[in-house]
């Protein structure tokens, strides 16, 4: 399994920026889906940013699109997702996630499925973030 490490989360206004970051240890597979996860209490665990290892795809749902970005450093095996123009609704324990996929290259139709799944290879035990005044 991938061992995956959150950091960065904490305590925001509405309106302000985070950065969290994931530290991979070494994949096991060529191709594979790299992303962010959230869980709000009461709601189901949600996909909110993926990214694609081996052609930098990358799908973001209407909630987060235009305000969150999903990026990597590949010699690092870390990836970040920038929050910006943060809401009290995104408030939650963001988990950063891995899983292997068939292709190097996916339809965004195909990453959007993946990203809207569950069923992952490896989970981080999670960043709370914290959007309130």
């Known amino acids: 399994q991938v061992q995956l490490v959150e950091s960065g989360g904490g305590l925001v206004q509405p309106g302000g920026s985070l950065r969290l970051s994931c530290g991979a240890s070494e994949f096991p597979w060529d191709n594979y889906m790299i992303g962010w996860f959230r869980q709000a209490p009461g709601k189901e665990r949600e996909g909110v940013s993926c990214?694609?290892?081996?052609?930098?795809?990358?799908y973001y749902p209407d909630s987060v699109k235009g305000r969150f970005t999903i990026s990597r450093e590949n010699g690092k095996n870390t990836v970040y997702l920038q929050m910006n123009s943060l809401k009290p609704e995104d408030t939650a324990v963001y988990y950063c996630a891995t899983r292997k996929v068939t292709r190097p290259t996916l339809s965004i139709a195909m990453i959007r499925i993946i990203c809207e799944s569950p069923r992952v290879d490896s989970w981080g035990k999670g960043t709370l973030v914290t959007v309130s005044s």
């Open positions: 990214i694609i290892n081996s052609d930098g795809s990358t």
